[in-house]
């Protein structure tokens, strides 16, 4: 489960503290307010949330509980935006794109600056957490480790199409959790390869083959934050996957009996129609697929059901057994308490018995002279011989 790796608690950072900073040009980005005193206000006008209906759904979830993993990200611990959604685990290794990395995470789950949230961004679902794994070189290994720790959601910054990436994918699905990348080239069936379109509905410049794209989603000049506290505008693949993961995410929470399958066709399916006849991204209509679906699918606990067929339940002869101590205990109860009624336990018999010889010894003690006269003068004598 997340977090409860003691080996790597070490490793772990939570995002406790602000640090004041400015906003600044990193590659890729473009500043969203010039002053360095200013904190913008972009929620209302992040296009993206607004096209794909993210905040019709949050009446119902905001993705709490649900945690999605960025392995291969590096992500500005500092960030306002981030703060206690974000959790930077360092078990595989450190460094990376730091502004990439924070854009794909607040994109995801930012919830605003603190938590009145008076400026800042939001993500798709503000609630989430958020668990970076970041490194340089071995993303194979950061999604294993992301896996480890029991990440429902997954989301790549890249998708090369390597065979260690796509065994360590496999392995990630096979445990139970969806991972979305970004459609650049590589064909992994086990990811969600979503690409990014633009406020108008068309494709960003440079995106993959239709045949290589599963779903589109808002990924032209996006607002969100930027490493220096402050917030930027970005254009990309990635982060069309990172909405995807956070809309992921959101149903993951809503719907937490379906499968990730279930879940990535509910995506998938419950979308509107893009660029290409290509599916558009639409929470609102995700959500009802995945609420049709869940219909059907009864909660329960599966690592219970699973000891029960492996011959975990009660044996029959422990049910009989326990019927007939109940059986018992119950005419015990029942001898009992007939005994008690029809005893005396409040003493009324008994303390009329003792009324009773009481009144009998005053009587007694009235009527002893009178009762010796009596017998003493009616005492006949016997007569006199001669007499």
Do not use: C
């Amino acid at each position: 489960m997340l977090g409860g790796n003691s080996r790597n608690r070490t490793h772990k950072r939570h995002v406790r503290t602000v640090v004041a900073g400015t906003a600044a040009a990193v590659f890729g980005f473009a500043p969203a307010s010039a002053a360095a005193d200013v904190v913008p206000d972009l929620r209302p006008e992040q296009w993206g949330l607004v096209s794909i209906g993210a905040r019709e759904v949050w009446e119902e979830t905001q993705g709490e509980g649900t945690t999605v993993a960025l392995p291969g990200f590096a992500v500005a611990e500092d960030h306002p935006d981030l703060r206690d959604n974000l959790t930077v685990d360092t078990e595989v290794g450190e460094g990376g794109d730091e502004a990439v990395g924070t854009a794909a995470a607040a994109l995801v789950a930012a919830h605003g600056h603190g938590m009145d949230a008076d400026g800042g961004v939001l993500g798709v679902a503000p609630d989430a957490g958020l668990l970076a794994v970041p490194t340089e070189d071995d993303l194979p290994a950061a999604v294993r480790h992301a896996t480890s720790e029991g990440a429902p959601v997954i989301l790549l910054p890249e998708n090369d199409g390597g065979e260690d990436l796509a065994a360590a994918t496999e392995e990630a699905a096979g445990s139970g959790a969806l991972v979305v990348g970004p459609a650049d080239g590589g064909d992994d069936p086990n990811v969600l390869a979503v690409a990014g379109v633009d406020e108008d509905g068309a494709l960003i410049p440079g995106s993959a083959a239709a045949d290589t794209i599963e779903l589109t989603a808002p990924g032209a000049d996006l607002d969100t934050a930027d490493p220096e506290r402050g917030a930027a505008q970005v254009t990309g693949t990635p982060y069309a996957a990172a909405m995807a993961a956070g809309a992921a995410a959101l149903l993951r929470t809503h719907y937490p009996q379906l499968s990730p399958d279930q879940i990535r066709t509910a995506l998938v399916e419950g979308s509107q129609p893009g660029p290409d006849d290509l599916p558009a991204l639409h929470v609102i209509s995700a959500d009802d697929h995945a609420g049709a679906v869940a219909a059907d699918v009864p909660l329960l606990n599966e690592d219970l059901a699973e000891r029960t067929d492996e011959g975990g339940g009660v044996p029959v002869w422990a049910w009989f057994a326990t019927v007939g101590a109940v059986l018992v205990l119950g005419v015990l109860l029942l001898v009992v308490w007939v005994r008690r009624s029809s005893a005396d336990p409040y003493g009324v018999k008994a303390e009329r018995a003792a009324e009773d010889e009481r009144i009998a010894a005053e009587r007694a003690s009235e009527a002893g002279p009178e009762s010796r006269r009596k017998q003493k003068g009616g005492r006949r004598r016997k007569p006199r011989r001669g007499a």
